[in-house]
């Protein structure tokens, strides 16, 4: 690992200074990567994951110069989820066989991916406590393991990718804070509110649910 910081310090090299910490290059390219790519799952433009790939690719190496070695391991995780979610919306097919289509959650699914979220959060706080010398591990655990189910519900084109994309959002704004990364915490207050608009835009496109006597009753907001 110290190796691979020293062969990347070059794009480590500060552009500009912050709020007193320094702005790398780095940072820069996976900030406008990483914009580039909600802009594209906003409009279900398959283009967003390569460029989640690539951004996820510099960003692992910021996380590991800055010591949040969940997030770390989280990019190399969006890397390989990246090729799969590429995959998925080319050519995915949803239970019945048909090509994916923007779908929501039903209450019981959106409590089990909750329930799997809290439980996984301490123990890989407990593991970075134990095996890396994080200084935030549980705050550096929970957007990980939010992230893990984001990407997947984003991924299989289920409308709850966005409120989760929200939550996680939300508290990387703290956790990158703690680490001085100022442009990422810019970046994911821009994030949040995409979130938001990602939310509100794919609503639309729901199948309609048909009422108690088999009308249409409008689309159905995950």
Known sequence: MTDLLAATAPLLAPAFHLAGSDI????IVAVVLGLAMVLCNLRINPLGWPLAIASS???????????????????GVFIVL?????WQWLR??????????VRSLTPRERMLVLGLV???????????SRVTDSDVPYLDALPTVGSLAGQYLLARKWVDNWPAWMAVNAFS???FATKGLWLTVALYAVFLVLAGVGWRAWA??????????GASAGARVG
């Open 204 to 213: 639309r496109l729901l199948p309609p649910v048909a009422g108690p006597t």
């Open 82 to 86: 990246g090729g799969w979610g590429w």
């Open 173 to 175: 704004l703290l956790l």
């Open 57 to 75: 690719a510099l960003y692992a190496l910021l996380f590991l110069h800055s010591k949040l070695y969940g997030e770390a391991a989280l990019q």
């Open 92 to 101: 995915g097919t949803a239970a019945d066989g048909q090509r994916l289509q």
């Open 118 to 128: 809290l439980a996984a959060w301490p123990a890989l706080g407990l593991l970075l």
């Open 24 to 27: 790398t290059w780095l940072e």
